[in-house]
T-cell receptor, first 113, second 113 residues
Framework: DVKVTQSSRYLVKRTGEKVFLECVQD?????MFWYRQDPGLGLRLIYF???????EKGDIPEGYSVSREKKERFSLILESASTNQTSMYLC????????????FGDGTRLSIL | AQSVAQPEDQVNVAEGNPLTVKCTYSVSGNPYLFWYVQYPNRGLQFLLK??????LVKGSYGFEAEFNKSQTSFHLKKPSALVSDSALYFC???????????FGAGTTVTVRA
């Protein structure tokens, strides 16, 4: 089975801090994604990476950046955390073929105080 | 542009009764369609997908979904619901020519004993 591991289940940070969320997958998937999940809004794509050092903006990239130095690891960075970034963050990975499902980690519930 | 609508925020059924969760979609080209389930404080788990071929798709845990091209729908069904099916369900669509997966807002299913 594919395993996608997010480094923290719960995280509390302060406004203005630089926050790192880490995600590792063990199936050699080319594609990796970061989403945020908010009640009533479903999942919204923040960033997408299709290869090492390659990235594309999703629907809501403002206030975020990403890093993919190794194929298995995809990091989400909140450059200067704000209270409106309090949310559940989900990482996913998949093969490049479009008919394959994405595999998700258990999420990081981030609170910005 | 692509989008997904899940018209019901909540679905309540008695154990043993049929369960239906509705989903309609919009894509410019041909769709890949997916259903995911999310249990509390967990990531999304893949249930089933429609790629091409038979309009009735069978998936995990006894779930199935029917693709209807003329109605642009992909409703999730289970003939006999269990209390353990209580969870949040997401429908998602991807255009075959795109990498991006668009999610509905989610439907909370509650199965009462």
């Amino acid at each position: 089975d594919v395993k996608v591991t997010q480094s923290s289940r719960y995280l509390v940070k302060r406004t203005g801090e630089k926050v790192f969320l880490e995600c590792v997958q063990d199936m050699d998937h080319e594609n990796m994604f970061w989403y945020r999940q908010d009640p009533g809004l479903g999942l919204r794509l923040i960033y997408f990476s299709y290869d090492v050092k390659m990235k594309e903006k999703g629907d809501i990239p403002e206030g975020y950046s990403v890093s993919r130095e190794k194929k298995e690891r995809f990091s989400l960075i909140l450059e200067s955390a704000s209270t409106n970034q309090t949310s559940m963050y989900l990482c996913a990975s998949t093969l490049p073929r479009g008919n394959q499902p994405q595999h998700f980690g258990d999420g990081t519930r981030l609170s910005i105080l | 542009a692509q989008s997904v609508a899940q018209p019901e925020d909540q679905v309540n059924v008695a154990e043993g009764n049929p369960l239906t969760v509705k989903c309609t979609y919009s894509v410019s080209g041909n769709p890949y369609l997916f259903w995911y389930v999310q249990y509390p404080n967990r990531g999304l788990q893949f249930l089933l997908k429609y790629i091409t071929g038979d309009n009735l798709v069978k998936g995990s845990y006894g779930f199935e979904a029917e693709f209807n091209k003329s109605q642009t729908s992909f409703h999730l069904k289970k003939p006999s619901a269990l209390v353990s099916d209580s969870a949040l369900y997401f429908c998602a669509v991807r255009d075959v020519n795109d990498y991006k997966l668009s999610f509905g807002a989610g439907t909370t299913v509650t199965v009462r004993a």
